[in-house]
């Protein structure tokens, strides 16, 4: 059994071989040609021979021995702490564990610490934990972020280290995300490589940030928009619609959405008991509803008729719209707008050159259309609000609990059939007219002066 007096004898052989000298319990010192001293160990594990570096010799005398949860495999450790690191070695191989491979993945895992991608996963890693309280973000916050780096930060700067990280290398990088992606990508990467860095700078990482210097307007500025469709660019769009490649329910979708002037979630969550087909009406229980009250909207013909070919379609499931590959689960919150997209990109590709661009818009927007193409048709405001389920806050809306379902009826069979006339390129104005009359005949005074 070795000593750190004899192990301090053991020097390089005269004819320059390796040799080793035995401790206990397997351990022995391996001496190199050149006379350096690591303890190592032979064992099998899973049917494999391998040699473990224990660590490199090295004692001083009067140190402290160091505890094993100071130790790691390949460090300068004199022969009692050699012997801890020998103990960890073994249990690990009785377990059924490669000492030598845990070895390996510890550096690499320590190597990756050091970089952009070690720190953004640290970063997401304390993110996503509930135990980090206020710093915690939703699910879905952290899934954004999570994409946005592996789309455009992991590959070109994953693998660098946090010093490599500079203010023009993000100004470039930035900047081609914006070209290639767009602006809202490029403006989440910058903002990501702030928040990354500012983690490993408070984990006392003495970094600059090198995104503290790029302000986010100097990549692209956003602002709000009300995006409403023309009656020409509704016939433009949904002609377009037809040709661009989706199955034909997503077509159906998008036009019901229109038709209905839901919300996006108030469709996609839509379940097959909500809808009565016989008296042609969608309720939507105030769970689901923004204003947490029950929204009754009165079906079209164009809307019923939408209704059946998803009856027909997905029978099996309990969503109007099932999503592509399962039918228990619905569309994805991200279809119907890629649907429209693909659609507006195909109109400006078909332009000619030196023609003005089609705008893009959301689903959101489709709410908007409806509002505006209405109010500007002159229909009741109480109505189009009804429809479009907003609360109104004020005195007004005290006394005004009606839900004008004979009037928005009538508005919305009005609505899909000025949809359908600009579609195919017709007018809508004797559509107007006649609703008009019809939902003013429908309007009834009750004795408390309420409309019903």
């Not at 490599?164 to 490589?193: F, H, M, N, Y």
């Not at 998803?310 to 029978?315: D, L, Q, R």
């Not at 107007?432 to 005074?445: D, H, L, P, S």
């Amino acid at each position: 059994m070795l000593t750190e007096s004899k192990l301090a004898t053991l020097k390089k052989a005269e004819d320059g071989k390796a040799y080793k000298v035995a401790d206990r319990d397997g351990l022995y010192v391996y001496i190199s040609p050149s006379g350096s001293r690591a303890f190592r160990l032979d064992y099998r594990v899973n049917g494999r021979r391998e040699t473990l570096t224990v660590g490199r010799h090295a004692y001083v005398a009067g140190q402290a021995t160091r505890e094993l949860n100071e130790l790691a495999y390949g460090m300068e450790v004199c022969l009692a702490e050699a012997r801890l690191l020998l103990t960890k070695a073994k249990r690990q191989v009785e377990q059924g564990e490669s000492p030598s491979r845990a070895k390996v993945e510890g550096r690499a895992k320590a190597a990756a610490a050091t970089t952009f991608d070690g720190w953004a996963q640290e970063y997401f890693q304390f993110k996503g934990d509930p135990k980090s309280g206020d710093e915690c973000l939703a699910d879905s916050t952290l899934a954004m972020r999570k994409s946005v780096y592996q789309r455009t930060l992991a590959g070109p700067l994953g693998s660098l280290k946090l010093a490599e990280v500079t203010t023009p290398r993000v100004r470039s990088l930035c900047d081609k995300i914006k070209e290639q992606r767009g602006p809202a990508p490029a403006v989440q990467a910058r903002e990501l490589v702030l928040l990354i860095f500012r983690h490993a700078i408070g984990k006392g990482e003495q970094v600059t940030n090198p995104a503290d210097s790029i302000a986010p307007k100097s990549i692209a500025t956003f602002k709000a928009r009300d995006r409403a469709l023309t009656p020409t660019e509704i016939r433009t769009f949904f002609n377009a619609l037809e040709a661009t490649p989706t199955t034909p329910t997503l077509r159906l979708a998008v036009r019901f959405m229109l038709l209905t002037m839901v919300r996006k979630s108030e469709f996609i969550d839509a379940t097959w008991p909500e809808i009565d087909f016989d008296t042609m009406v969608w309720v939507i229980p105030a769970s689901r509803m923004k204003a947490d009250r029950p929204h009754v909207v009165p079906l079209s013909q164009q809307a019923w008729d939408i209704l059946v070919a998803f009856k027909a379609c997905f029978s099996a499931s309990k969503y109007l719209h099932a999503g592509r590959y399962e039918s228990d689960v619905p569309i994805s919150n991200a279809t119907l707008n890629r649907v429209i997209d693909a659609t507006v990109k195909r109109i400006n590709e078909g332009l000619p050159p030196g023609a003005e661009e089609f705008e893009s818009f959301s689903v959101h927007d489709l709410r908007r259309t409806a509002s505006t193409l209405l109010h500007e048709a002159g229909f009741n405001q109480d109505w189009i609000e009804k429809s479009l389920a907003h609360e109104r806050s004020d005195v007004r809306a005290i006394y005004n609990k009606a839900q004008y379902i004979k009037q928005r009826r009538v508005m919305l069979q009005a609505w899909a059939e000025m949809v359908d006339a600009w579609v195919k390129g017709d007018s809508a104005r004797e559509i107007i007219q006649r609703a008009r009359v019809a939902a003013a005949g429908a309007t009834v005074e009750v004795e408390t002066g309420v409309l019903v």
